[in-house]
C-alpha cells in the first residue's frame, strides 16, 4: 500500500481539560498524524494529483517550491512517492532541521537571503523564475486552487462526518489560507 493511502482521515478528539468551562464541546483534528506530520500533506496530494489531471505534470518533470515549511514536506512526500524530482526553494531563516528533513526525503533545497518580498532575491521570486527557465512546474501553493479543494473536499467533510452534529465555529491556523477558506467554505454550505 502506498503511504499516500494514509493522508487524510486524521482522527478528531475532544479536547476536554481546553474545553472544560466551554458552553459547546471543543474539538482538535489530528493533523500531525498525516505521514508528512502537518495538513500540509493534503494539499501537496492535491495540487500534485491536479497538475497530472491537467498534463502539467509527467513523468520526469522537476517540481519546484517556494516553501517555508510543511508544504516542502508534504511535497517532498508526494513527489518522492511518484518518482518526481522536487526543488524546495527556502528563505534562509528556516531551520537546519527542515533542510535536512526535506533532503532526506529526495528534495534539492535552495536556500536564500532573508530579503523583503519586492527583492530579486525573495524566496517565492527565485522559485517561479526557475520554474519559467526550466520549465518546472511550480506548485504555487499560495495561488494554487488545489490547496482550498484538498480542505473544502477532504478535511471539511471529515469534520462534519467525525462530528456529527452542529458546528457553531471553527478555528484553524493561517499560512496561505487554504485550509480556513476550503474548510469555511464547506460549513457554511
Known amino acids: 500500500m502506498s503511504i499516500l493511502k494514509h493522508i487524510g482521515n486524521t482522527p478528531l478528539v475532544r479536547l476536554n481539560r481546553i474545553g472544560k468551562d466551554a458552553s ?9 498524524m498525516n505521514p508528512g506530520g502537518s495538513v500540509k500533506d493534503r494539499i ?7 497538475a497530472e489531471e491537467r498534463g502539467l505534470l509527467k513523468p520526469g518533470l522537476t517540481i519546484i517550491e517556494a516553501t517555508a515549511g510543511n508544504t516542502g514536506m508534504g511535497l517532498a512526500l508526494v513527489a518522492a512517492a511518484r518518482g518526481y524530482k522536487l526543488v524546495c526553494v527556502l528563505p534562509e531563516k528556516m531551520s537546519v532541521d527542515k533542510r535536512v528533513a526535506l533532503a532526506t526525503l529526495g528534495a534539492q533545497v535552495i536556500v536564500t537571503p532573508n530579503v523583503p518580498p519586492s527583492s530579486p532575491d525573495y524566496f517565492k521570486t527565485i522559485a517561479r523564475q526557475m520554474a519559467e527557465e526550466n520549465g518546472w512546474f511550480l506548485a504555487d501553493q499560495f495561488n494554487n486552487p488545489a490547496n482550498v479543494l484538498a480542505h473544502y473536499e477532504t478535511t471539511a467533510n471529515e469534520i462534519i462526518k467525525q462530528v456529527d452534529g452542529p458546528i457553531g465555529a471553527f478555528v484553524s491556523g493561517s499560512g496561505t489560507g487554504g485550509t480556513i477558506s476550503g474548510v469555511g467554505k464547506r460549513l457554511k454550505e
Not at 459547546?24 to 500531525?32: A, D, I, R, T, V
Request: negative net charge.
Open 24 to 32: 459547546s464541546p471543543l474539538f482538535g483534528k489530528c493533523e500531525h
Open 44 to 50: 501537496a496530494l492535491y495540487i500534485i494529483n491536479d
